[in-house]
């Protein structure tokens, strides 16, 4: 008797936990949906940090729990001239963080683009010392970092160092500087915030040789008692490539050199790419119809072939999540991605989980989908 109450008891907890594992909502959220996993992010421009574009930051604000700025706290804006620091946008940009309880990027310290010519000359126009390269490079980060101290949770500190090789991009940084130009860079970020989350970021790490490069670069900053924290893949991807494969490969062997991995920019593009796989920003090509063959919108088939695409990638990223802390979006919605505009001005993007009304796009189903399985 006492053994069937037993099993009748047993039976009935688990026939309430089967029914109450089926009646768990889906999460309708992407933070929702990767929560315990890793953050998911967006990056914003101005219309989102002023309110202009509030279909915009109610999107963001219900699905996205990390925010990165697309342009603010770049040299140019944030340091225009040699003794002018402009925090006011970017001020506002974290406090849209710290009021949303969001994970803040900076975004970032020292690249060759988005850099002001005057950084690398001195008064009378003629290129700077080494020495007083090192010092600029000290006073802006120390400026900006600091000012941000306890505020921001990740620093891009360098942004695009390496070539598709993996060698040293010949930027003026490197020229100047030399190749520690990187390690005074994370000295130099540590120094001003030793508890915030210090991050190399470059595009195309899928690339073999480019992530063997990273891969070393992120040993010599070790070998320097640097405290480099994350590799960020930005994730630039195309439709058809790079691979699944590839993509993991990227994740688990930059993993494996001892930082934790983030997708910092991903975007997917739907449209021809004649030039190759690359998001160098420097690259600008002429506008021509057949480069822009979706004006009017994007055709069933390309729309679910995203949106597997996309799929297949948040698994990834889901699979690895002892390592991946973070996936960011380079955009809300396809109508404000740079992909609009770059490397062809002009053209309609479909490169994100958001149409250009802001509804969610199939894509975005999948990836939920991906969360829930
Ligand atoms: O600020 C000027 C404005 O005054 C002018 O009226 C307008 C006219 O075109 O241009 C504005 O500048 C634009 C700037 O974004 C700010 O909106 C530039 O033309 C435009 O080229 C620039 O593009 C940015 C690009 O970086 C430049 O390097 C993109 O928005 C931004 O998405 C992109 O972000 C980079 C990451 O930082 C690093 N990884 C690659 C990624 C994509 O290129």
């Known amino acids: 008797m006492r053994l069937h109450r037993c099993i009748l008891l047993v039976s009935a907890v688990c026939l309430w936990n089967l ?8 999460p309708t959220t992407l933070k929702d949906a990767f929560r315990g996993g890793f953050v998911i992010g967006a990056a914003i421009n101005i219309a989102q940090i002023t309110g202009r574009d509030a279909r915009g930051d109610a999107i963001l ?26 925090f006011t946008m970017a001020d506002k940009y974290v406090e849209l ?7 803040i990027v900076g975004h970032n310290l020292c690249w060759h683009a988005q850099t002001p010519d005057w950084v690398f000359k001195d008064e009378k126009g003629n290129p700077i010392s080494r020495e007083a390269l090192i010092e600029r490079l000290h006073d802006h980060i120390k400026t900006v970092v600091g000012h941000y101290k306890g505020k921001i949770d990740s620093w891009d500190v360098v942004n695009e160092a390496l070539n598709e090789d993996g060698t040293l991009r010949q930027s003026p940084w490197l020229k100047i500087i030399g190749d520690d130009f990187l390690i005074k860079a994370f000295q130099f970020a540590h120094e001003a915030d030793p508890n915030v989350q210090l991050n190399y970021n470059d595009y195309n790490l899928e690339t073999p040789a480019k992530r063997k490069g990273a891969i070393a670069l992120v040993k010599k900053l070790q070998a320097a008692g640097v405290p ?92 690895h999540r002892d390592v991946v802390n973070r996936v960011t979006l380079w955009g809300v919605t396809d109508s404000e991605s740079w992909l609009n505009n770059w490397p ?7 490169p994100l989980l958001f149409d250009r009304d802001g509804k969610p796009k199939p894509a975005f189903e999948a990836v939920l989908k991906t969360a829930a399985n």
């Open 344 to 350: 062809v001005r002009g053209r309609t993007s479909y």
């Open 61 to 86: 604000i219900s699905q996205f729990n990390s925010i990165s700025p697309e342009n603010v706290m770049k040299w140019e804006v944030i340091h225009p001239r040699p003794d002018v620091y402009d």
């Open 228 to 319: 480099i924290a994350v590799v960020g893949n930005q994730a630039h991807l195309q439709i058809d490539g790079p691979s699944i494969a590839d993509e993991e490969a990227t994740v688990t062997e930059l993993a494996a050199s001892g930082v934790k991995v983030a997708i910092t920019e991903l975007d997917i593009d739907v449209l021809p790419s004649a030039w190759g796989k690359t998001a160098d920003v420097s690259l600008n090509i002429q506008a021509n119809p057949a480069l822009n063959p979706y004006p009017k919108g994007l055709p069933d088939d390309v729309q679910q072939r995203l949106a597997k695409r996309y799929a297949d990638l948040f698994a990834v990223y889901w699979k």
């Open 97 to 103: 963080g710290l009021k949303n309880h969001m994970f």
């Open 19 to 26: 029914a109450a594992t089926a009646q768990a909502p889906a």
